[in-house]
């Protein structure tokens, strides 16, 4: 039983370069999540999906897209980096108010 | 709109002292709230979480956590922490709709040997 993960671990980009982060979850949650992480501000929520074939806009959706793909399956793409996206980004999943995270990535924009 | 305010972003603290961590939140409804800790280089894991009945509650590692509706509050307690406490934690609110949840900033808590 993997829980969540997340590929890749670490990735740079140049800015204006696209990249799609995956996350995956075995434990056949409904509702998904994708986060930032920076210094000092916590975790801000970019997209959820409710469920299979929903997403919603979170707090900080700029410059990010997402597909839930199936019910285990949700990405997050970037179509055009920015430096401003430098940060660690964590996907999670829930079931009984309680989330569960993957390991997160670390992502880098230069 | 639900909010998280975690006043202290560290608290140092002696190996084996106590040690408390701050959370108040604020919420225009009723409120699930929760713990949650995250070491080096790893995603987040839950703590503790009070969604009703007791107000004190008791989590993993020692940990426990008291809700004060009136004082809009949930402070995280330990009567002893170790070195391997040494993590940051975050306070989080959810108002149950779709299960979303608003994390606090984290406070690092720093356990001196």
């Known amino acids: 039983n993997a829980g969540v993960t997340q590929t890749p671990k670490f990735q740079v980009l140049k800015t204006g370069q696209s990249m799609t982060l995956q996350c995956a979850q075995d434990m056949n949650h409904n509702s998904m999540y994708w986060y930032r992480q920076d210094p000092g501000m916590g975790l801000r929520l970019i997209y959820y999906?409710?469920?299979?074939?929903?997403?919603d806009k979170g707090e900080v959706p700029n410059g990010y897209n997402v597909s839930r793909l199936n019910k285990r399956e949700f990405s997050l793409r970037l179509e055009s980096a920015a430096p401003s996206q430098t940060s660690v980004y964590f996907c999670a999943s829930s079931a009984f108010y309680e989330q569960y995270f993957g390991p997160g990535t670390r992502l880098t924009v230069t | 709109a639900q909010s998280v305010t975690q006043l202290d972003s560290q608290v140092p603290v002696f190996e084996e002292a106590p040690v408390e961590l701050r959370c108040n939140y604020s919420s225009s409804v009723s409120v699930y709230l929760f713990w949650y800790v995250q070491y080096p280089n790893q995603g987040l894991q839950l703590l503790l979480k009070?969604?009703?009945?007791?107000?004190l509650v008791k989590g993993i590692n020692g940990f426990e956590a008291e809700f004060n509706k009136s004082q809009t509050s949930f402070h995280l307690r330990k009567p002893s922490v170790h070195i391997s406490d040494t993590a940051e934690y975050f306070c989080?609110?959810?108002?149950?709709?779709?299960?979303?949840?608003?994390f606090g900033t984290g406070t690092k808590l720093q356990v001196i040997p």
């Open positions: 009070y969604l009703s009945g007791s107000t």
């Open positions: 999906s409710a469920s299979e074939g929903t997403t």
């Open positions: 989080a609110v959810s108002d149950g709709g779709y299960q979303k949840v608003t």
